[in-house]
T-cell receptor
Framework: ETGVTQSPTHLIKTRGQQVTLRCSSQ?????VSWYQQALGQGPQFIFQ???????GRGNFPPRFSGLQFPNYSSELNVNALELDDSALYLC???FGQGANTGELFFGEGSRLTVL | SQQGEEDPQALSIQEGENATMNCSYK?????LQWYRQNSGRGLVHLIL?????REKHSGRLRVTLDTSKKSSSLLITASRAADTASYFC?????????FGTGTRLKVLA
């Protein structure tokens, strides 16, 4: 158990809808990174939040957005869902800024299916 | 984009045998990490090796790093059926960690 919790664990949406995924980071961690993992692939970096500010972004369109709250929990929002958005969305918490944070602590993920 | 590429993509061995998987990456790094993922679940950190280290051990795990070849290997000794999982390397690139495509290891009892 990493202490990182994600919700919901599974959800089904239809094309064009919007979805919000939530992540509670491990106690003492101030950085949250979000990853998208398609079936059979490695996790792809979406973005990272450090102390409530977006700290970096991967190659994802603006319809992927996020928030980090004062307690360092985080949300991932995806608008105008497309079929290719179907994936496991992983949240990882860590302490520190950027890639020098060391070990990432992952939640169990939210599996999104877009029909 | 994928920074690391694991090799082989899939590996099937008998319990008790050793399993070796390799990771190649493209740009200079500060550190490299290995993670394990059971089917469809979250990733679990195994080991971190810094760019100035060449070898690191943790229990039955041995990791090597060759920065001149931009490659790393993960050795699992005396494998067990419970080691069946996907294994990923992750390298730091500026503010983020980039994961490879993974090696799917199956350990047969």
């Amino acid at each position: 158990e990493t202490g990182v919790t994600q919700s919901p664990t599974h959800l089904i949406k239809t094309r064009g809808q919007q979805v919000t995924l939530r992540c509670s980071s491990q106690s003492g961690h101030n950085t949250v990174s979000w990853y998208q993992q398609a079936l059979g692939q490695g996790p792809q970096f979406i973005f990272q939040y450090y102390r409530e500010e977006e700290n970096g972004r991967g190659n994802f369109p603006p319809r992927f957005s996020g928030l980090q709250f004062p307690n360092y929990s985080s949300e991932l929002n995806v608008n105008a869902l497309e079929l290719d958005d179907s994936a496991l969305y992983l949240c990882a918490s860590s302490f520190g800024q950027g890639a020098n944070t060391g070990e990432l602590f992952f939640g169990e993920g939210s599996r999104l299916t877009v029909l | 984009s994928q920074q690391g590429e694991e090799d082989p993509q899939a590996l099937s061995i008998q319990e008790g045998e050793n399993a070796t998987m390799n990771c190649s990456y493209k740009t200079s790094i500060n550190n490299l990490q290995w993670y394990r993922q059971n089917s469809g679940r979250g990733l679990v950190h195994l080991i971190l090796i810094r760019s100035n280290e060449r070898e690191k051990h943790s229990g039955r795990l041995r990791v090597t790093l060759d920065t001149s070849k931009k490659s790393s290997s993960l050795l699992i000794t005396a494998s067990r059926a419970a080691d069946t999982a996907s294994y990923f390397c992750a390298t730091d690139e500026s503010y983020k960690y980039i994961f490879g495509t993974g090696t799917r290891l199956k350990v047969l009892a």
